[in-house]
C-alpha cells in the first residue's frame, strides 16, 4: 500500500514517518519545501511531493496513486482566517482523493457540553469534510504529552520558571491528555483497521492544575499552583508567551480548549484497537523528561512554525554582508560542532546577557524570543528553530546558515562555513541584512558598532572552543 502522509514535517509526522516504512508501507510525504526534509534518517526512503494542498492541482499530484492517506495539517498559524483555509484546502483534498480507500485525520476532543472554542470547532469542521467526502478515520486527543509538544514544553516551562503559579479558576476542569506514543500507536493501527469514524482518544482524566503538579512532583520542584477567577485565556496565553518557549499563537488555541471539561469517551477506541493501552500521565511525563535529558528529541512543535520558504542564497548582491574569518588549528568537524552547538542552554558564548536583552524585546513585540531553545545539543535539521533562528541549511561538518525569525525591518541570516585549511580549518562567518526599504537601512547601519563587536567576539570565541 502506498500511503501519503500529510504534515509531515510536523510533530507528528515528523514521528509518523518512519513507522510506517517499519510496517512496509511506501511513503509519500507532501511537503512545501522539499530541503525541511534533508537530514532526517527516512529522507531517502519516501517519495516527495512538493507543493500546498490549498492548489487544488497540487493535491491531484500528490494523492496520485496512493490508496491511503494521513490527514495532518491546519493553519492555525497562518492568520485569523485559518478556519476559511483549513476548509478550502479539506475541501481540496477530498475532491483530489475521490479514488482513497482510508484518510486517517487527527483532530481535537470536544467538549461535552457548551461550545468548543474557534480552533477546536475548526478542527471538528474538518473532520467533518473529510468523513463526508472519504472513508475517513477521526481520532480526537486531547493535549498530547511527549517530548517536544506544544502542550507538555508549555507545562514544562512554567514549572520550571514559575515557582508560585497565579492561574484562571479553569485550571480545576477534567482534562484528558494522552502520551505521544498512544497516539502513533493508534495512527499506525488505523491504516490496518479501516475507516472507523470518529474515535475519541485519551489517558488519564486529570485537572490541569494536577498536569501542572505532576510534572513539578517528576522534576523535585517544590510549586504552589493557586486557582483565581479573574484570569481570562487571552491574558494567560500571554503571560505563557512571556514565560515559557510558546508564542501567543499558540498558546491561546491551548488556553481556550481547557476552559471547559475536555474528556473522551475511549469505549469505542478500546473496542476498535484492544492492542492499545493508553500509559498513565506520570509515565507519559517521565518517558517525556528522560527524551529531553538524553537529548533524543526526534521532532518538536516549532518544526511546524517555520512558514516561509527555506531560501537558498545564492547571489547575494544587494545584501549588506560582513563577513569575518579565523585559521583555526583544529579539524572542520571540530569546527562545525562548535557553531552547530550554538543557542539553547549552552548560550551564545560571548555577550549572552545582550542575546537575552535582545530576546526579551523580541518578545514584548510578538517575536519568538530566545525562549525556544534546540531540539538537540548539536544535532540540527533543516526547518526546526534554535532560540529566535531558523535553520535554513545545513552540510553536515561544513556549513550552518540561521534565518532570523525576531521582529526586524527586513531580513536577516547568519552563517558559519568550516573549510579545510594547511592541516586546520578556515571559519568563515557571514551575517547578512536585507532591508526592507529606508528604516531597514537606518536599522542596520544604526546597530552596526554593536553588532560588529558582538560577530568579532562571536567569531573568535567560535575558534577558541573548537581548539578546546
Known sequence: ????????TGYIGGRLVPLLLEQGYQVRVLVRDPMRIQGRPWAALV???VGDLEDAATAQQALAGCQAAFYLVH?????VDYAERDRLIASNFVAAGKHLNHVVYLGGLMPRAGKGSKHLTSRAEVGKILREGLPTTEFRAGPIIGSGSASFEMVRYLVARVPLMI????????IQPIAIRDILKYLVGAVARGPS?????????VTFKQILEVVAQVQGYPRKVIPIPVMTPTLAAEWIHLVTPIPRTVALPLCQGIISNLTADTRRASELFPEVHPITYRYAVELALGKIERGEVETTWSFALGEGPTYELVAWEGLNR???SV???AEPEKVYRTFASLGGDRGWLVWNWAWSIRGFIDQLVGGPGLRRSRRHAHDLLPGESVDFWRVERVVPGRLLRLRAEMKLPGGAWMQWEALPEDGGTRLVQTALFAPNGFWGYVYWVALYPIHGRIFSDLVKAIARAAQR
Do not use: F, N
Request: glycine residues 12%; without cysteine.
Open 1 to 8: 500500500m502506498k500511503i501519503l502522509v500529510t504534515g509531515a
Open 47 to 49: 517519495e516527495v511531493a
Open 75 to 79: 493553519s492555525l498559524h497562518s492568520g
Open 167 to 174: 492561574a484562571p479558576r479553569w485550571i480545576l476542569h477534567d
Open 197 to 205: 469514524g470518529i474515535v475519541e482518544i485519551g489517558g488519564d482524566i
Open 322 to 324: 560582513e563577513t569575518r
Open 327 to 329: 585559521r583555526v588549528p
